[in-house]
């Protein structure tokens, strides 16, 4: 049996963007740079306007932070609006608990769940298995994804 390594989360402070920024950047950077479609100062400047400390939550393990989510509650639906691990977390299985624990909170208010991913990313394989379904396959260079509460 895979162990997966035990983690913590908690409400980010207003003063950790520059700590999701960074994170955010070195995610998104590759996977959009791949489709000819990178500009960070662009990037950057969507990221703060769409960044809200009061619907982040920090990852932290061993006392360390590690990666940060943020999630978005409107009427009847929750948007997955960013996940985003240090490189070296990823494929542990935080990412894939994190999002589980939203879909059994969602699938028991019976609300959706939405997100957009970049077309190239290794995530779409994992937002599939849980259940997610791409709305428009020719969209480029975002998907956008939505799971239902009955799938």
């Known amino acids: 049996m895979v162990q997966h390594p035990e983690f913590d989360v908690r409400r980010a402070r207003r003063n950790e963007f520059a700590f ?3 994170i955010y950047i070195n995610s998104m950077r590759p996977l959009m740079t791949e489709l000819g479609s990178w500009n ?3 990037r950057s ?3 703060r306007r ?4 009061d619907d982040v939550n920090i990852i932290s393990l061993n006392g360390t932070d590690i990666g940060w989510m943020q999630v978005s509650e409107r009427d009847t639906d929750y948007n997955l609006a960013q996940i985003h691990l240090i490189e070296e977390y990823c494929g542990q299985g935080i990412g894939t608990r994190l999002i589980t624990e939203l879909l059994e909170r969602a699938r028991s208010e019976g609300r959706t ?3 957009a991913v970049v077309r190239t990313n290794r995530a779409i394989g994992l937002y599939e298995r849980l259940g997610f379904r791409v709305i428009d396959p020719d969209a480029t260079p975002i998907f956008d994804m939505v799971w239902e509460p009955d799938s």
Do not use: H, I, R, Y
């Open 45 to 47: 400047a969507a990221l």
């Open 113 to 115: 769940v939405s997100l």
């Open 40 to 42: 960070e100062v662009e």
């Open 50 to 53: 769409s960044f809200k400390a």
């Open 20 to 22: 999701a920024e960074k």
